[in-house]
Every structure is written in C-alpha cells, then in structure tokens.
C-alpha cells in the first residue's frame, strides 16, 4: 500500500503515477479536477451571483456558515504576533456588503452565525465612548475571548467604523444578511461572563449582573455570582504565557482588583485559579447550591414529551420570584436581541446550565420567534436527549460521537464501520445532532495537527452533510483549506486564533480585496470551494436528504467477508494466495441510502488518500421494495460529479440492476478520496447496455 506523507496534497497523487510528468501536465490536472468540482454549478454561483438570491427556502436542511466576525472582513495580511488593529487590521460589519454577502451565498448558506458581536473584554482604548479599560492579567489575547462578554447590550466596537454608532452599525448588518435570505444567529453565553462585566448600554430598569449580591456570603439564591468570601482574586501563574506577550501596559501588572474573588467561570473555586481555567471569566449562578442541589422549581419529567407551547404554560403559571434572578436577566437579554432582528441563538457551554432554565428560556424564545435556530454546546452524550426535550434546543454538536470519528478515519486511526456504530447511538435524535468538521474550537482540516490536506477531508465531509436531516456547519476559510499556522500570539497555531487581531490567508485570497472572487486563490483552493459549493447546495435542496436512512455499510461487508472466505477456501484448494481479490469495500469504504417519495439516492464513499476502490455494492431488496421499483436495468446521475443539465440517457456511468430476486447491485469504482452520490430516477426509462 502506497501512503502519502504529510507533505503530499491530494494533487499530488495523481502526479506519482507519471514519475516523467510535466509541471504543464500537473496544471492540466489540476485544472480537469477544478472543472470537475464546478461540473453543473452555474458561473453565477460560483461567482458569488444566485439568481433569486432573496428566496431561499428555510424550510429545507439548514447550511450554517460560521464567520469569525473581526477576521472576515480584514485584509491586513501582516500577522505580527499580539499585534495590534493599526498593525494586524481587523474586520469590519461594513466588510459584509452585498459581494461578500452573495458570496457566502453561492454556497448553499442558510444561516450565518456572526462569532464574537456581543461586546466582550478587549485591550484598545475606547474610553472616548464611555467605555472602561479592560485588564490585560484578565483577558486573553490582544483582541479578547468573544466568550468573556461585558456588556451583552452592545457590540464589539472593534467592528463598527464608528464606535459610537456600533449597534446602528450591527442592526444594517442583519437587514442586509435578512436581504439576501440569510438568518442571522449569534453568540449567548449563559454560563459566565467577563471578569469585568460593565454594560454601559443597559436599557431603563435593567442593572448590572452582580450589582445587589450579597458579597458576604458563598451563595446565595439571588446572587449572579459565587463568591470566595474571605480572599482577593489573585491572577493565575501564567508561566512564560505573558499577557500581550509582556508588553508594557498600564494595567498589566500582575493584579487584577476584586474582593471578595469570584468563582471562575469553569466552575474554580479557588481564589486563584490555574492557568488553565477561564481566569478572564466568572461563573453566573442559576440557583444551583455549592453542594448541586437545586433552588428553583423542578419541571416535571413528563415535560419531555410536551411541546414547546406547554414549558411556556408551564413557567407563566410559576410565580417570578422564585426563579433565581439570573434566569429573568438571560430571558431580558435574549428578548433584545431578537426585537432588533436576530434570528437565533448559539449557546457556548450549555451544558454547565441547569436543564430547566433552557426550557424556561428557549420556551419564552419561542413564543416571540417559533422558527428561532437554537444550537447548544452538549458535549456529554448522557444530557443530549434533556437538553433537546426537556431544554427545548433545537440542535446539539454532533462533537464527541461523528466528529470524533470521522477525523479519526481521516488520520487512519479507526474504521469507517465506526460511522454506522455512532449513527445509531443518536437514531431517535438524529434531526437534532448538528454536523461540522471545523469550528473556531477545533483545528483546520488543513493543519498538520489534523489532515494537513484539505482534500482528505471531502468523503468525511460528504457522509457529514448527507447522513442525516440535521444541519450542516462550516467555518469561514474551511471552504478554501486555510491551515490555521499563524502564531498569533495567545494560543498556538492549528487553529485560527479567537483571540488575537490576524489575517486569514487563504480567505484573504479568496476574498481577493472584497471582489470575492478568488483572484488570488490557487486553482487547487477554487476547486475546493467548488466542491463545497455543489455539496452545501446539494445538501438543502435534495428532498431525499429530508427522507429516509438506510444502512448499505452493514450488508456489504457482510457480502465482503462472505466473499473473502468464498475467495480464500477457492485458493486454498488451489495452492494460491487470495490476496489478488476485487472485492474492495474494506475498513476505508462507507455508503448508505437516503429516500422520500421524490428521490432515492446511494451515497459511497472512499476515504483512501492513495488506494483506489472497486466493489459491487448490494441493495437489499427490502429496500428496493420501500422504492417500488421493478426488476431491470436503472441508470444512475452523479449529483457531485455530473453536469446537472447533462441528458440522462447519454450518462451510462453508472447502473442500478435490479435482478428477479428484487436485490439490487451496482458496479463502484472510487478514485482516492472520491465520494459519489448517485441518484435513481426509475420513472423515466430503464436502459439496457447497447
């Protein structure tokens, strides 16, 4: 078996089979596999340009985009560690302006979720707007953690042209987003807030967490906050890990003023937490005592099988005050956010939050938006289905089960029998579990540290989009294969800081001066984003995808096996070795069906970087009956390969035979990291070989 290292690109397989190729003949490749990845796409898709940009329909399977909000937009390519605006750049709200926006578009987007607008802890000087100073010993990075947020009534004013227009600046961002027919999620971050919480943009009648805690005890219903009460908040041994990289600052010092200290928001109850905890960020009490007993009103457990309409019932008949006052603050906050038009919510930490309070709050969410997009950070499989029923989220990360999995199988560690054995542990929840392969906590497909070859994730990212009818995320530049090896300063590179001011080179050139459209990009980057563009499109528009599942990776290494020992009993008879077999569907091959009524598709993958694949893939006939299709010969249409505009007759690629017994068979044969998704279109004709 050949094994690419991890210098090789996908491309360059191709490249080895022709020790004497030209670097002519590598272009030309290069170029087939991007005309290939744009096959059926419009140019005005791929240009940034959709006809009807205005009607997308929300009803399908989401396709959510997840921009980094200050980076975006900035084209400052300088990169200079703990660099500052003037130095780094940052991104603009303006930078969003009908070319970017059509841009994002063109991939199939639904929904974007804005990162880091709330305004949170930072290290610039807007003290001219009213604004306090943050500490550096508090905050991490230059730029700060989107995750420590000081004023959750206003925005970041890192990106607003005016700072003092900033909110005017944000609610023009989601009326263009709300123009192209994109809804506009943000972050909530219920679990802490910044060391320094100071809202200076508080409507009438609303005050500052914490601003009547009883600071003398540890806690208190009431109380925001948790409290050490006999000692200061010391700041963390940060070791060689200097704030601003030990830059002179007026407040970086090593203090940080606050008696009695506060629990960090991880959860620390030391006085000084470690370097490791959230030490920028103190924990908000939700009415759970220090001992985790609990001082609110107990939703009943049947609640799980009652809608949303009835938790609603169920808080408005519960006297206010004896809800902890944290919960009516979170309730305040979200309701501002959506009366200026944003169109859901993303939960950092969910998890850390009683169940109850969600269904207290997305149950109120609700009622003023019934179509909010509610996605919650639920790492512990064990709460998954309390956080859906009983919380009332709409969607979970599908993080520590398919995540996990498939960048294992991208890194040869497991099987891909693996995918079948996590599908099925969220079966019953499966509409709600939220697919991504990258987001702002996890490392770039094209980091060393992951893949190092965007490409290699494609057959990962095709069963992720396909699989099932939860949505589909992508994280800006993940389209392009951004690597993520900055230094930016806080933090290390493989991941694309949060924390620091930084470009994003391959964005950068794609985003090529705000044209958006990739004129500095490399041909190999426009036919990634090419391929992403068919498949994001694809995924919210195949009925089938909103259909039915079915398991064809099961059966087909149940034929495999069988087959193998049918092939090695035949060589031991005959003194011969079976290592020459053609059955090829083995522990890097993985397919499954999707059908409704409309459409019957057959999704194959073949997660091999240097192996080619070819097998016969079996359909049982109990599926076949569930199509209603009669024995015979079907031609098949590559959905990411073929022009869709391509007459079906003259495409005999592909076949579907049908034999007297009803079970089907096709004949597969997969390139390296060549996914196929074939659709079955058995009401026009069959056709027979000529």
């Not at 937009?73 to 009908?98: A, L, M, R």
């Not at 009648?205 to 540890?218: L, R």
Request: charged share 20%; glycine share 6%.
């Amino acid at each position: 078996m050949r094994i690419i290292s991890k210098n090789q690109t996908s491309a360059s397989i191709f490249a080895q089979s022709w020790p004497k190729i030209s670097k002519s003949f590598i272009l030309v490749t290069l170029f087939c596999a991007y005309q290939s990845a744009t096959a059926g796409v419009p140019v005005q898709t791929l240009s940034g340009e959709i006809p009807n940009s205005k009607h997308i329909d929300q009803s399908t399977k989401p396709v959510v985009y997840q921009v980094f909000t200050r980076l975006f937009g900035n084209k400052n390519s300088n990169n200079q560690p703990w660099g500052t605006i003037e130095e780094n750049g940052v991104g603009k709200f303006s930078d969003f302006d009908d070319i970017a926006l059509k841009s994002i578009q063109s991939l199939g987007v639904t929904h974007i979720w804005y990162t880091g607008v709330p305004h949170h802890a930072l290290i610039r000087d807007y003290s001219l707007y009213g604004i306090g100073n943050d500490d550096p010993d508090v905050v991490k990075g230059r730029a700060g953690s989107p995750y420590a947020v000081k004023d959750y009534y206003n925005v970041n004013p890192d990106l607003a042209d005016n700072p003092a227009n900033r909110l005017n600046e944000f609610k023009a961002l989601i009326e263009r987003t709300h123009q192209h027919g994109i809804k506009v999620i943000i972050d909530i971050v219920p679990n802490h807030v910044a060391r320094r919480y100071e809202s200076t943009s508080m409507p009438a009648g609303i005050e500052n967490f914490g601003a009547f805690d009883n600071t003398q005890v540890e806690y208190a219903k009431n109380n925001h906050f948790y409290y050490v009460t006999d000692a200061s908040f010391q700041v963390p041994d940060l070791g060689k890990s200097k704030p601003l990289g030990g830059e002179t600052h007026p407040l970086n010092d090593g203090q940080f003023d606050e008696f009695p200290a506060k629990w960090t928001g991880n959860g620390s109850r030391l006085a000084k937490p470690d370097a490791n905890d959230w030490y920028e960020t103190v924990k908000i009490n939700y009415g759970v005592k220090p001992d985790g007993s609990h001082d609110f009103p107990t939703l009943p457990k049947e609640y799980a099988k009652q809608d949303v309409s009835a938790h609603y019932l169920f808080w408005q008949s519960i006297d206010e005050a004896q809800l902890p006052d944290s919960w009516v603050k979170f309730k305040q906050i979200t309701d501002f956010w959506l009366s200026i038009g944003v169109d859901g919510f993303r939960y950092d930490m969910a998890e850390m939050v009683p169940v109850e309070f969600w269904s207290y709050l997305n149950s109120n969410i609700k009622q003023i938006n019934p179509d909010a997009f509610l996605l919650a950070e639920v790492y512990n499989p064990a709460l998954f289905r309390d956080y859906i029923h009983l919380g009332k989220m709409d969607y979970l990360y599908d993080k520590v089960d398919l995540y996990d999995t498939l960048k294992a199988i991208i890194q040869g560690k497991k099987s891909t029998s693996a995918i079948e054995t996590d599908r099925l542990k969220v079966a019953d929840i499966a509409s709600h579990m939220l697919h991504f392969l990258e987001n702002h906590d996890e490392q770039r497909i094209s980091s060393p540290e992951f893949a190092g070859d965007p490409f290699a994730a494609l057959p990962a990212m095709v069963v992720s989009a396909s699989i099932s009818k939860a949505p589909t995320l992508i994280y800006f530049g993940q389209e392009v294969g951004e690597d993520g090896s900055e230094n930016p300063g806080f933090g290390a590179p493989s991941r694309t800081s949060i924390f620091d001011y930084i470009g994003v080179p391959a964005h950068q050139r794609y985003m090529n001066d705000g044209k958006f459209d990739g004129g500095q990009s490399t041909r190999s980057e426009l036919a990634l984003r090419n391929y992403y563009a068919r498949l994001l499109n694809l995924s919210h528009t195949a009925p089938a995808l909103l259909g039915e599942y079915y398991d064809l990776d099961t059966v087909n290494r149940a034929h495999r096996s069988e087959h193998l020992s049918q092939a090695h009993r035949q060589a031991n008879q005959m003194g011969q070795s079976d290592s020459g077999s053609e059955s090829d569907y083995d522990e890097m091959t993985f397919a499954f069906a999707r059908f409704s009524q409309e459409q019957q598709l057959m999704i194959v993958s073949n997660f091999s970087r240097s192996q080619g694949k070819a097998f016969t893939l079996k359909l049982p006939a109990d599926l076949i009956a569930q199509w209603q299709v009669k024995p015979g010969h079907y031609p098949l249409k590559d959905l990411l390969a073929e022009p869709l505009n391509q007459p079906l007759k003259r495409l005999k690629t592909h076949a579907l035979v049908i034999d007297d017994t009803g079970s089907g068979s096709i004949g597969i044969k997969l390139k390296p990291l060549e996914s196929k998704i074939l659709s079955l279109r058995p009401e026009s004709y069959q056709w027979h070989n000529e």
